[in-house]
């Protein structure tokens, strides 16, 4: 396990996933706890990129339960179908929103955030168990760039679940 992050400054987006790829690689190498792996995940996410916010939610019944997290306080509990979370989890899709203040149904957990990537994670019998959510507080911020890289991060959870 790693003992600390390697971040370039003046990368772009790209490089930057590429430097920190196989650091969050390393960092849960060897570790079976869901919980300590997640977390490490989300701090490694949050100060590689700097969002406002990055976390998973736990596919618990009809609704997602807050898991770890790195940011500002987060809603605690959101129903299936509602919010972007929500949505990604009932269509079982991956959604990026350039403005979340244009998405129906956005749930405002925190008015600091401006866009938003939302990605399902998949359990071994194929059902989403996860959600992982990051928030920025710039308007567009995400795109295809993150959309792959951070499904490839998604790769490494899954086996996990």
């Not at 971040?7 to 430097?19: H, P, Q, V, W």
């Not at 994670?121 to 959510?133: C, F, H, M, R, S």
Request: net charge negative.
């Amino acid at each position: 396990m790693a003992e600390e992050l390697i971040i370039t400054n003046n990368l772009s987006k790209e490089e930057k996933y590429k430097e920190l790829y196989p650091q969050i690689f390393a960092l849960i190498q060897g570790e079976d706890d869901l919980i300590a792996s997640l977390s490490n995940i989300m701090s490694a996410l949050k100060y590689g990129f700097g969002w406002l916010w990055v976390g998973v939610y736990f596919v618990k019944g009809k609704e997602l339960v807050l898991g770890p997290f790195q940011g500002p306080i987060a809603c605690t509990r959101i129903q299936l179908g509602r919010g972007v979370s929500g949505t990604a989890w009932h269509k079982e899709e991956i959604i990026i929103v350039p403005d979340v203040n244009e998405f129906p149904d956005h749930i405002i957990c925190n008015a600091a955030s401006k866009s938003e990537i939302v990605l399902p994670i998949l359990n071994k019998e194929g059902e989403v168990a996860l959600i992982l959510d990051v928030d920025s507080d710039k308007l567009n911020d995400f795109d295809e760039i993150d959309k792959e890289y951070l499904s490839k991060i998604v790769q490494l959870i899954e086996p996990l679940l």
